[in-house]
């Protein structure tokens, strides 16, 4: 299928789930990989895939994800993409040794806001953090928000198989919260304890094991009462939002029943319904899913107003995409809102 890009449309095109990392990443991983340093099966084999595989589309990702430049722009103009909000790629510092990962989140950081600096016009950033030092997550968050005019944070699901709702990591929530700035919460694989039967089949990546673990961890951080704590707090979910819209009504339903039969010690009482966490306190993208039934799915049940565009550069660089989002049949208002004014509105551009 193929469609024409619309070089001026009455919008400008946002993306705001767009990868990138520093050169001396990949060189981490290759080292983590090759000495097998990190417990992880999901982790080992995707990225030596990514490392190592001759495949154009591993060549390409590898090379595109360290271009802050020519290339990079090059792609954006013919694809008419204005901004790219920028993140570094999955799983990010979250597989380093702790203090690897603080040190790593800082340097990863400067290198973006370095890239940044030089076409401030086109490029915003999404900062990284350490989970793994919840204290020192924080702190990084504060500096790449109040020093290096970063718009928000990403977390790339869960760290070793430990999830945001554990209270210990909660000063990531606090940090994000005072500072008036979302938390993208970006796939990775699922962990080993729970990746067997999707490895076993190839499922693990962006195909569906992505989806699957980051929806249980966003699922989680509500059930944990995150969002009461932090009445404020925003966060993002891309694909659509990992296919959680479509669970609103069960997952009220069961949450419900659950709470009054006291069936679990870990399943209290919330002040609001599952559904309203995930219409209040988060926004969505539609990184990787360029379907209008399922973005018109999502305005229709969470609302126009958090619903964003983003290609996943450079994971799936389909430049046709773009036209066939620019045709859905959906008003000229939301259109607008879709490409550019929810996303200014979000990350104050
Ligand atoms: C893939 C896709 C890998 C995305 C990613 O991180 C990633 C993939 C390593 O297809 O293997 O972030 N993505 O966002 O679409
Ligand atoms: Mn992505």
Redesign the pocket.
């Known amino acids: 299928m193929s469609a024409t890009i619309n070089p001026s449309p009455d919008y400008r095109r946002i993306a705001t ?1 767009e ?1 990138c990392c520093p050169p001396e990443m990949l060189a981490v991983y290759r080292k983590l990989v090759e000495e097998k340093k990190v417990d992880d099966p999901a982790f080992n084999t ?1 990225f030596a895939f ?1 490392l190592n595989s001759p495949s154009a589309r591993a060549r390409i990702i590898n090379d595109q994800l360290v271009d802050l430049g020519e290339k990079r722009l090059a792609h954006m103009q013919a694809t008419g993409i204005d901004m790219q909000v920028l993140t570094l ?3 990010g510092v979250q597989v380093m040794e702790k203090a690897d990962a603080v040190a790593f989140a800082t340097y990863a950081n400067d290198w973006m806001a370095d890239g940044i600096a030089r076409h401030p016009d086109r490029f915003i950033g999404l900062g990284a953090c350490a989970p793994q030092d919840p204290v020192a997550a924080a702190k990084e968050i504060e500096r790449s928000v109040k020093q290096l005019g970063f718009r928000g944070v990403v977390i790339n699901s869960h760290t070793q198989g430990e999830y945001l709702d554990d209270p210990k990591f909660w000063p990531i929530f606090e940090a994000a919260e005072a500072l008036d700035v979302p938390i993208y919460l ?3 694989t699922p962990p080993k304890d729970m990746s067997r039967p999707f490895l076993e089949r190839g499922l693990d ?2 195909i569906f094991g ?1 989806s699957v673990e980051t929806g249980l961890h966003m699922l989680r951080i509500i059930i944990a009462g995150v969002f009461d704590r932090f009445p404020k707090l925003q966060m993002i979910l ?1 694909h659509t939002g990992e296919a959680l819209p479509f669970w609103l009504y069960r997952l009220d339903y069961m949450h419900n029943a659950g709470v009054v039969s006291k069936r679990y010690e870990s399943m209290k009482p919330l002040k609001r319904k599952v559904s309203d966490y995930l219409r209040e306190n988060v926004h969505y993208t539609n ?2 899913v360029a379907w209008e039934p399922s973005i018109r799915f999502v305005q229709d049940v969470i609302g126009t107003d958090r619903i964003m565009y983003a290609m ?1 550069y450079p ?2 660089y389909a430049p046709e995409e773009v036209g066939i989002l620019d045709k859905m049949n959906i008003s000229a208002e939301d259109k607008k809102k879709f490409f550019q004014t929810n996303a200014e509105r979000l990350f104050k551009i």
């Open positions: 789930e990868a995707m990514y790629t999955s799983p970006h796939p990775f990546g962006a992505f891309g990184s990787g996943d994971y799936q």
